[in-house]
């Protein structure tokens, strides 16, 4: 059941961008943000990675003031929100290891070699500085551009960039694993 709820909150949060776009298109903002409550809400009941709560209170915080506020701008500024909380958390692992990104390898790998670990560290100041810039890009869709430009960063390019990333550390992490094999 637990994963179910996962499920639902991920897939959720996924079409976000669209829901909001549709929904301030059809000038209806009040069940978008009524369901980034739920999300929110679902997402805490389902007690997740205790790291990801900040990223669960701006989802219940920008619904909930969205309503308070009666203000849609909430809604749009739930990435730049959802952004600067992922660097927070990833900072985090910075300041406190392990790094972020030497959690999901050692899921993987449990025994990381050292290399690995500073590998892995690296990646994680990479991911930082992505989620800086996209924080930017995405305040700056909220401020200056149309929804039609908002939904495309916020729903698909961003995306796109994260899924480049994730794909160019992997390739890279390959390559270094090769090149360390060789030299041992």
Same mark, same amino acid.
């Given at each position: ?14 079409? !976000? %961008? #669209?829901?909001?776009? !549709? ?5 209806? !903002? ?17 007690? &997740? ?9 701006? /989802?219940? $915080?920008? &619904? ?8 849609? /701008?909430?809604?749009?500024? !739930?990435? +730049? ?15 406190? %290891? ?5 959690? #999901?390898?050692?899921?993987?790998? %449990?025994?990381? %070699?050292?290399?690995? +670990? ?23 869709? +909220? $401020? #200056? ?5 908002? +939904? ?11 899924? $480049? ?20």
């Amino acid at each position: 059941m637990k994963w179910i709820v996962q499920g639902i909150v991920v897939i959720g949060l996924i079409l !976000y %961008p #669209f829901l909001v776009g !549709y929904s301030l298109a059809q000038g209806q !903002y009040i069940w978008v943000s009524g369901l980034l409550i739920v999300l929110g809400v679902l997402r805490l009941l389902s007690k &997740g990675n205790a790291l990801l709560w900040p990223l669960t209170g701006f /989802a219940i $915080l920008c &619904g909930s003031l969205s309503l308070i506020l009666k203000d849609q /701008a909430w809604l749009k500024l !739930y990435p +730049v929100l959802m952004s600067l909380g992922s660097l927070a958390i990833f900072t985090a692992t910075l300041i406190k %290891p392990p790094s972020m990104i030497e959690r #999901f390898a050692r899921l993987a790998e %449990p025994n990381l %070699p050292e290399a690995g +670990v500073i590998w892995t560290r690296k990646v994680t100041i990479v991911w930082c500085i992505f989620f800086v810039f996209n924080a930017l890009i995405s305040l700056a869709t +909220v $401020l #200056f551009t149309s929804m039609q430009v908002w +939904v495309l960063y916020n729903g698909f390019i961003s995306y796109m960039l994260m899924g $480049l990333l994730l794909l160019g550390e992997f390739i890279l992490r390959k390559r270094q694993q090769r090149l360390n094999q060789l030299q041992e």
